[in-house]
């Protein structure tokens, strides 16, 4: 059972639906957007929004008969007031309406009814790391999607997520992190919570103390939080290849990112930076500001890392995703631009992912014996890992490994050159 939730990217509007959290398959999304192909046959919908859409009720109606929304089981969350004044439209768009703010339990309960198949689902009991991802999805959903959402609200809300993220991270591990993940269709959404599990998964490994480990989490989960400031008919865009104009405009979330910080509470300036610079390249040919070089702290150059990295393997990218190896010698074929002894310590982190990948595969495959032993082989070769090569200086991390024939592993990937990576990690 799967269940479309269509709001106004508001934070409000979004708790409508937590008690779905773990529970079944949640979709996010604003109309009138383009509805992606996977999220067009929910079973219900819910639409919450904070007040009545400012594009009317005819447009609404239009959009959810294109996408065959209007046959389906609809739920209307809004706040009562609005209701009452809106009541001849509110007839036409939903079923069943609820006062917003509401409780998600109610909102369950009304799902509930709406569908009998329901009740088996809430006896599946809930999952802690599925509950923080879903969590933080529509926290950043929220701020990617709505152009009047409050920065300092999504700031401080992200921030705080940081420490459970962490944690789901530490209990279960990267797999159940990223199979939930690659449910969200928002690709920024995505994005920066795969940025975020490949940093905390490095910084462990790193072996640095949990202050440093939630700095560097923070600071991945809010790269791109300039991006909130990107349209969305930009952010969003696939399959074509973005005007230049569209480029330039990609281009100043580093800039918005680090004001948005800035006005926000209580932000380390070590969070601000990353957001700031993390399109810095070391030869100078990065932006907003071309730095080079010893100018780019280590953290920052980390974090670049797996930036790159996490645009390249993400299953949901233009083109499908690339195989871990394969980006990491992609990673190793640019040292003008990335710090190559970094690159070496990132291979602990591309080790787990492939066992992870392994073990995942294995789960799948109906023959367990030869999945089993892959997996636990691959899984021992990761943990032992270059780890120990790396050391982590205050806070910035200081790569101390050498890294053995970088050029041996380069790659077989075609020399994307300048940065490909950055149309799609931008
Ligand atoms: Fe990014
Ligand atoms: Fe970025």
């Not at 799967?2 to 990217?9: E, F, K, Q, V």
């Not at 923070?218 to 300039?226: E, N, V």
């Not at 990609?250 to 209580?266: C, D, F, M, S, V």
Request: aromatic share 4%; hydrophobic share 40%; glycine share 6%.
């Amino acid at each position: 059972m799967r269940i479309l939730a269509l709001t106004d990217g508001s934070v409000r509007s979004a708790t409508a639906v937590d008690a779905f959290d773990g529970r079944m398959q949640v979709d996010m999304h604003v109309p009138l957007a383009p509805l992606p192909k996977d999220m067009s046959k929910p079973d219900i919908v819910i639409l919450s929004f904070e007040e009545f859409p400012a594009f009317g009720v005819k447009p609404l109606l239009a959009w959810m008969e294109k996408y065959d929304l209007s046959q389906k089981p609809r739920i209307l969350c809004m706040p009562r007031s609005i209701t009452r004044q809106y009541s001849a439209s509110v007839r036409m768009i939903a079923d069943k309406t609820l006062p917003l703010p509401v409780r998600s339990e109610v909102v369950l309960d009304t799902v509930q009814r709406m569908d009998t198949r329901l009740p088996q689902i809430r006896k599946q009991g809930r999952n802690e790391t599925v509950a923080t991802v879903h969590r933080t999805a529509r926290r950043f959903i929220s701020a990617f999607s709505s152009d009047q959402g409050d920065a300092g609200t999504t700031v401080l809300a992200l921030s705080a997520a940081t420490k459970e993220v962490c944690t789901a991270l530490d209990n279960d591990g990267l797999g159940d992190w990223l199979s939930e993940v690659n449910k969200y269709h928002s690709s920024t959404a995505r994005h920066c919570m795969i940025v975020a599990a490949f940093a905390s998964i490095w910084a462990r490994q790193l072996g640095v103390n949990d202050r440093d480990l939630q700095l560097f989490t923070c600071g991945a989960l809010l790269h791109d939080i300039g991006k909130m400031r990107i349209p969305l008919s930009i952010l969003d865009k696939q399959g074509d290849l973005l005007e230049p104009e569209e480029q330039a405009i990609i281009e100043t979330h580093p800039l918005e990112g680090k004001r948005i910080l800035e006005t926000a509470q209580n932000i380390n300036p070590v969070i601000i930076d990353l957001a700031y610079s993390h399109h810095e390249r070391l030869d100078g040919s990065g932006y907003p500001r071309g730095l080079e070089g010893n100018d780019i702290n280590n953290m920052v150059r980390c974090l670049t890392i797996v930036d790159i990295y996490a645009t390249l393997v993400d299953p949901g990218a233009v083109g499908g995703a690339m195989h871990p190896d394969e980006a990491f010698a992609y990673l190793q074929s640019i040292p003008e631009k990335v710090d190559r002894d970094l690159v070496g310590a990132f291979r602990s982190v591309v080790d787990i992912h492939i066992a992870q990948i392994v073990s995942s595969n294995a789960t799948d495959d109906a023959d367990g014996d030869n999945a089993a032993n892959a997996d636990e082989g691959d899984v021992a070769d990761a943990e032992e890992g270059d780890v120990a090569d790396a050391d982590v200086d205050d806070m910035g991390v200081e790569a101390v490994s050498s890294v053995d024939d970088a050029s041996d592993a380069v790659s077989n990937i075609d020399d994307a050159g300048d940065d490909a990576d950055d149309n799609k990690a931008a």
